[in-house]
C-alpha cells in the first residue's frame, strides 16, 4: 500500500474515532454499548460492542482502533488485541501515527 492510501486509512479511522467519541457520551453507561467500527475502510458502517471501560482504556493511546475482526488493514497497522467482540489494531508509526495522534 502507497504512503497516500496508508495516511487515507489513518484519516478514516480518526474520523470513525471522532464519532464513536459522540456516541458514548450519549449511551446509558451499564452494561454494553454500540459503537462503530474503527476500520480504515471506505463504507464501512459496521457496529461493535464494547463497554465503557474497554472503550476508556482504548481510547488512552491514541494511535489505537476498536475494529471487527478481518477489518484489519495489515499494510497500515498491526493487530495488538483480539477479544470475543472485536479486534484492536495499532499505527506503528511513521505520517499515519502522526495523523491519528493529532486528531486524537
Known sequence: MRREG???VAMNEATFRK???GMEAGQDT???LMFLCECGRLGCTELIQLTRGEYESLRTNPRRFAIVDGHEILEAEA???RHERYSVVEKAGGP???IVEHTD
Request: hydrophobic content about 35%; aromatic content about 0%; glycine content about 6%.
Open 19 to 21: 464519532v464513536n467519541e
Open 6 to 8: 496508508r495516511q487515507r
Open 79 to 81: 493487530i495488538v488485541e
Open 96 to 98: 499515519e501515527a502522526e
Open 30 to 32: 451499564s452494561g454494553l
